[in-house]
T-cell receptor
Framework: RKEVEQDPGPFNVPEGATVAFNCTYSNSASQSFFWYRQDCRKEPKLLMSVYSSGNEDGRFTAQLNRASQYISLLIRDSKLSDSATYLCVVNKGGSYIPTFGRGTSLIVHP | EAGVTQFPSHSVIEKGQTVTLRCDPISGHDNLYWYRRVMGKEIKFLLHFVKESKQDESGMPNNRFLAERTGGTYSTLKVQPAELEDSGVYFC????????????FGSGTRLTVV
Protein backbone atom coordinates (compact mmCIF):
# COMPACT_ATOMS: atom_id res chain seq x y z
CA ARG A 1 0.00 0.00 0.00
CA LYS A 2 1.32 3.44 -0.93
CA GLU A 3 1.99 5.87 1.88
CA VAL A 4 -0.27 8.51 0.37
CA GLU A 5 -2.94 7.60 -2.16
CA GLN A 6 -5.06 9.84 -4.31
CA ASP A 7 -7.51 9.24 -7.11
CA PRO A 8 -5.57 10.55 -10.13
CA GLY A 9 -8.74 11.64 -11.96
CA PRO A 10 -9.06 13.61 -14.09
CA PHE A 11 -12.09 15.26 -12.59
CA ASN A 12 -13.80 17.12 -15.38
CA VAL A 13 -16.38 19.60 -14.04
CA PRO A 14 -18.25 22.67 -15.32
CA GLU A 15 -17.67 26.13 -13.94
CA GLY A 16 -19.60 26.68 -10.75
CA ALA A 17 -19.59 23.02 -9.73
CA THR A 18 -18.54 21.70 -6.36
CA VAL A 19 -15.85 19.04 -6.42
CA ALA A 20 -14.25 17.00 -3.67
CA PHE A 21 -10.98 15.10 -3.57
CA ASN A 22 -9.98 12.50 -1.04
CA CYS A 23 -6.57 11.32 0.02
CA THR A 24 -5.70 8.39 2.28
CA TYR A 25 -2.49 7.88 4.20
CA SER A 26 -1.03 4.74 5.70
CA ASN A 27 1.07 6.01 8.61
CA SER A 28 -1.18 6.51 11.62
CA ALA A 29 1.57 8.54 13.31
CA SER A 30 1.43 11.24 10.62
CA GLN A 31 1.12 14.66 12.15
CA SER A 32 0.94 17.28 9.45
CA PHE A 33 -1.19 17.47 6.35
CA PHE A 34 -1.25 19.85 3.42
CA TRP A 35 -2.84 20.38 0.05
CA TYR A 36 -0.62 21.73 -2.70
CA ARG A 37 -1.56 22.87 -6.16
CA GLN A 38 0.65 22.23 -9.16
CA ASP A 39 0.07 23.80 -12.54
CA CYS A 40 1.43 22.13 -15.66
CA ARG A 41 5.25 22.32 -15.75
CA LYS A 42 5.35 24.47 -12.64
CA GLU A 43 6.41 23.87 -9.08
CA PRO A 44 3.95 22.81 -6.36
CA LYS A 45 2.53 25.69 -4.36
CA LEU A 46 1.00 25.44 -0.93
CA LEU A 47 -2.78 25.74 -1.11
CA MET A 48 -3.62 25.14 2.51
CA SER A 49 -2.67 23.27 5.62
CA VAL A 50 -5.19 20.81 7.03
CA TYR A 51 -6.07 21.10 10.69
CA SER A 52 -7.76 18.56 12.91
CA SER A 53 -10.86 20.69 13.29
CA GLY A 54 -11.11 21.29 9.56
CA ASN A 55 -10.46 24.64 7.98
CA GLU A 56 -11.79 26.85 5.25
CA ASP A 57 -10.16 29.41 2.99
CA GLY A 58 -12.65 31.09 0.72
CA ARG A 59 -14.05 28.49 -1.66
CA PHE A 60 -11.72 25.79 -0.33
CA THR A 61 -12.47 23.55 2.65
CA ALA A 62 -10.09 20.94 4.03
CA GLN A 63 -11.05 18.16 6.42
CA LEU A 64 -9.03 15.60 8.34
CA ASN A 65 -10.35 12.26 9.58
CA ARG A 66 -7.66 10.68 11.73
CA ALA A 67 -9.70 7.59 12.57
CA SER A 68 -10.08 6.68 8.91
CA GLN A 69 -6.76 8.22 7.92
CA TYR A 70 -7.96 10.41 5.14
CA ILE A 71 -8.03 14.06 4.28
CA SER A 72 -10.30 15.82 1.85
CA LEU A 73 -10.41 19.01 -0.17
CA LEU A 74 -13.70 20.56 -1.23
CA ILE A 75 -13.78 23.27 -3.88
CA ARG A 76 -17.01 25.22 -4.22
CA ASP A 77 -18.05 27.36 -7.19
CA SER A 78 -15.23 26.05 -9.38
CA LYS A 79 -13.43 28.55 -11.61
CA LEU A 80 -11.57 27.90 -14.84
CA SER A 81 -8.41 28.95 -13.01
CA ASP A 82 -8.84 26.09 -10.55
CA SER A 83 -7.74 23.66 -13.27
CA ALA A 84 -4.54 22.09 -11.96
CA THR A 85 -3.21 19.01 -10.19
CA TYR A 86 -3.92 18.90 -6.46
CA LEU A 87 -1.30 17.17 -4.37
CA CYS A 88 -1.96 15.64 -0.98
CA VAL A 89 1.08 15.91 1.29
CA VAL A 90 1.51 14.10 4.58
CA ASN A 91 4.44 14.39 6.95
CA LYS A 92 5.99 11.16 8.07
CA GLY A 93 5.19 10.39 11.65
CA GLY A 94 7.85 11.79 13.93
CA SER A 95 9.50 13.94 11.30
CA TYR A 96 8.86 16.88 9.05
CA ILE A 97 9.66 14.95 5.88
CA PRO A 98 6.70 15.25 3.52
CA THR A 99 5.36 12.39 1.45
CA PHE A 100 3.47 13.30 -1.68
CA GLY A 101 0.54 11.65 -3.34
CA ARG A 102 0.56 11.38 -7.13
CA GLY A 103 -1.96 14.17 -7.38
CA THR A 104 -5.52 14.54 -8.60
CA SER A 105 -6.05 16.32 -11.88
CA LEU A 106 -8.93 18.83 -12.06
CA ILE A 107 -10.22 20.28 -15.30
CA VAL A 108 -12.85 22.99 -15.04
CA HIS A 109 -14.57 23.73 -18.34
CA PRO A 110 -16.89 26.58 -19.39
CA GLU B 1 11.28 38.38 -0.42
CA ALA B 2 13.11 36.26 -2.98
CA GLY B 3 11.75 32.75 -3.37
CA VAL B 4 13.60 29.49 -3.76
CA THR B 5 15.85 29.69 -6.80
CA GLN B 6 17.08 26.75 -8.80
CA PHE B 7 19.66 26.64 -11.54
CA PRO B 8 19.71 25.56 -14.30
CA SER B 9 16.07 25.39 -15.27
CA HIS B 10 16.82 22.77 -17.92
CA SER B 11 19.77 20.48 -18.54
CA VAL B 12 20.29 17.93 -21.28
CA ILE B 13 23.34 15.73 -20.84
CA GLU B 14 24.62 12.48 -22.22
CA LYS B 15 24.68 9.28 -20.24
CA GLY B 16 27.90 9.08 -18.26
CA GLN B 17 28.35 12.83 -17.91
CA THR B 18 28.20 14.81 -14.68
CA VAL B 19 25.60 17.43 -13.83
CA THR B 20 25.40 19.73 -10.84
CA LEU B 21 22.13 21.31 -9.81
CA ARG B 22 22.00 24.29 -7.50
CA CYS B 23 19.36 25.50 -5.08
CA ASP B 24 19.27 28.81 -3.22
CA PRO B 25 16.66 28.61 -0.45
CA ILE B 26 14.76 31.51 1.01
CA SER B 27 17.11 33.48 3.21
CA GLY B 28 16.92 32.32 6.80
CA HIS B 29 15.30 28.97 6.00
CA ASP B 30 17.32 26.33 7.80
CA ASN B 31 15.43 23.41 6.27
CA LEU B 32 16.27 22.51 2.69
CA TYR B 33 14.84 19.56 0.81
CA TRP B 34 15.54 17.94 -2.53
CA TYR B 35 12.83 16.07 -4.41
CA ARG B 36 12.55 14.39 -7.77
CA ARG B 37 9.57 13.77 -10.01
CA VAL B 38 9.94 11.18 -12.70
CA MET B 39 7.33 11.41 -15.45
CA GLY B 40 4.07 9.80 -14.43
CA LYS B 41 5.15 9.20 -10.87
CA GLU B 42 4.69 11.04 -7.60
CA ILE B 43 7.19 13.53 -6.23
CA LYS B 44 9.78 11.59 -4.24
CA PHE B 45 11.82 12.85 -1.33
CA LEU B 46 15.59 12.66 -1.80
CA LEU B 47 17.11 14.31 1.23
CA HIS B 48 16.77 16.93 3.92
CA PHE B 49 19.32 19.41 5.26
CA VAL B 50 19.05 21.34 8.48
CA LYS B 51 21.55 24.11 7.96
CA GLU B 52 24.64 22.34 6.66
CA SER B 53 23.85 18.95 8.20
CA LYS B 54 22.19 16.09 6.35
CA GLN B 55 19.22 15.22 8.51
CA ASP B 56 17.78 12.48 6.35
CA GLU B 57 19.15 11.15 3.06
CA SER B 58 17.07 8.01 2.95
CA GLY B 59 15.59 8.96 -0.41
CA MET B 60 18.86 9.22 -2.32
CA PRO B 61 18.70 6.58 -5.06
CA ASN B 62 22.35 5.49 -4.99
CA ASN B 63 25.90 6.72 -4.55
CA ARG B 64 25.92 8.47 -7.92
CA PHE B 65 24.03 11.27 -6.19
CA LEU B 66 25.90 13.65 -3.88
CA ALA B 67 24.31 16.59 -2.12
CA GLU B 68 26.11 19.31 -0.23
CA ARG B 69 25.15 22.44 1.61
CA THR B 70 28.35 24.14 2.62
CA GLY B 71 27.84 26.94 5.13
CA GLY B 72 24.18 26.19 5.43
CA THR B 73 23.17 28.47 2.58
CA TYR B 74 22.80 27.18 -0.98
CA SER B 75 22.87 23.49 -1.83
CA THR B 76 24.15 21.50 -4.76
CA LEU B 77 23.08 18.11 -6.02
CA LYS B 78 25.59 16.35 -8.23
CA VAL B 79 24.83 13.34 -10.36
CA GLN B 80 27.93 11.47 -11.49
CA PRO B 81 27.83 9.58 -13.78
CA ALA B 82 24.31 10.26 -15.02
CA GLU B 83 22.12 7.40 -16.21
CA LEU B 84 19.00 7.48 -18.37
CA GLU B 85 16.73 6.77 -15.39
CA ASP B 86 17.94 9.94 -13.66
CA SER B 87 15.83 12.02 -16.03
CA GLY B 88 13.10 13.96 -14.32
CA VAL B 89 12.35 17.23 -12.60
CA TYR B 90 14.41 17.98 -9.52
CA PHE B 91 12.73 20.29 -7.06
CA CYS B 92 14.24 22.02 -4.10
CA UNK B 93 12.13 23.34 -1.24
CA UNK B 94 12.86 25.22 1.94
CA UNK B 95 11.08 25.96 5.17
CA UNK B 96 11.86 27.79 8.41
CA UNK B 97 13.16 25.99 11.47
CA UNK B 98 10.54 24.46 13.72
CA UNK B 99 7.21 23.91 12.09
CA UNK B 100 5.71 21.99 10.54
CA UNK B 101 5.20 24.67 7.98
CA UNK B 102 4.32 24.46 4.37
CA UNK B 103 7.28 24.25 2.09
CA UNK B 104 8.21 26.76 -0.58
CA PHE B 105 9.36 25.10 -3.76
CA GLY B 106 11.72 26.29 -6.42
CA SER B 107 10.63 26.07 -10.03
CA GLY B 108 12.70 22.93 -10.53
CA THR B 109 15.45 21.73 -12.84
CA ARG B 110 14.28 19.56 -15.71
CA LEU B 111 17.06 17.03 -16.31
CA THR B 112 17.14 14.95 -19.44
CA VAL B 113 19.77 12.26 -19.82
CA VAL B 114 20.15 11.00 -23.38
Amino acid sequence: RKEVEQDPGPFNVPEGATVAFNCTYSNSASQSFFWYRQDCRKEPKLLMSVYSSGNEDGRFTAQLNRASQYISLLIRDSKLSDSATYLCVVNKGGSYIPTFGRGTSLIVHP
Amino acid sequence: EAGVTQFPSHSVIEKGQTVTLRCDPISGHDNLYWYRRVMGKEIKFLLHFVKESKQDESGMPNNRFLAERTGGTYSTLKVQPAELEDSGVYFCASSPVGGPYGYTFGSGTRLTVV
